[in-house]
């Protein structure tokens, strides 16, 4: 019952390639968000995005963009990717609204900068 | 914005001890606290949460304790297990907010 999923689990790029990391949810979320986890540093939110074509950012956006054409598909792009966007990449959805929304995850695409 | 900061980073007790994982968070407005579990080369998947009306909820060996004077909250696991080795992480969401403000996680290892 794998409700969101990411396009690749490990990726290898070169420095200054563009990188589109792909993510999906079946579960009509109007929620979706992208996080970057380092160890030490936890889940550190880039952008999220509550509704289609809408975005906003977080905490640390810098290097960054985001797409949401469909509600089910939101992806996360680095236009000119650096040895420190080296990470592993975890993608969210949920309901919106104030109630107890859980985040569903997805199984994350470590990314490797070269 | 809201500030959450988790400790300890790792921890690590005998199978059968008890374990406690405490966060601290900084915005009063926060209403939503989930702890979520994240298993070597998986995601990080909801455990236990409360809300702010809410001072304590327990489900079978985990607790989660809230003290929204001190801007605090625990998780407590009794009788632990090899299993329940892996990364926890708190997260405290605003009022009215739909973003989640995660700390930097606690490394579990339970020694069997």
């Known amino acids: 019952d794998v409700k969101v999923t990411q396009s690749s689990r490990y990726l290898v790029k070169r420095t200054g390639e563009k990188v589109f990391l792909e993510c999906v949810q079946d579960?009509?979320?109007?929620?979706m968000f992208w996080y970057r986890q380092d160890p030490g540093l936890g889940l550190r939110l880039i952008y999220f995005?509550?509704?289609?074509?809408?975005?906003e950012k977080g905490d640390i956006p810098e290097g960054y963009s985001v797409s949401r054409e469909k509600k089910e598909r939101f992806s996360l792009i680095l236009e000119s990717a650096s040895t420190n966007q080296t990470s592993m990449y975890l993608c969210a959805s949920s309901l919106i609204g104030t109630g107890d929304n859980e985040q569903f995850f997805g199984p994350g695409t470590r990314l490797t900068v070269l | 914005g809201e500030n959450v900061e988790q400790h300890p980073s790792t921890l690590s007790v005998q199978e059968g001890d008890s374990a406690v994982i405490k966060c601290t968070y900084s915005d009063s407005a926060s209403n939503y606290f989930p702890w979520y579990k994240q298993e070597l080369g998986k995601r990080p998947q909801l455990i236990i949460d409360i809300r702010s009306n809410v001072g304590e909820k327990k489900d079978q060996r985990i607790a989660v304790t809230l003290n929204k004077t001190a801007k605090h909250f625990s998780l407590h696991i009794t009788e632990t297990q090899p299993e329940d080795s892996a990364v926890y992480f708190c997260?405290?969401?605003?009022?009215?907010?739909?973003?989640?403000?995660f700390g930097s996680g606690t490394k579990l290892n339970v020694k069997p």
């Open positions: 579960m009509d979320h109007e929620n």
């Open positions: 997260a405290a969401r605003p009022y009215n907010f739909n973003k989640f403000y």
């Open positions: 995005s509550y509704d289609v074509k809408m975005k």
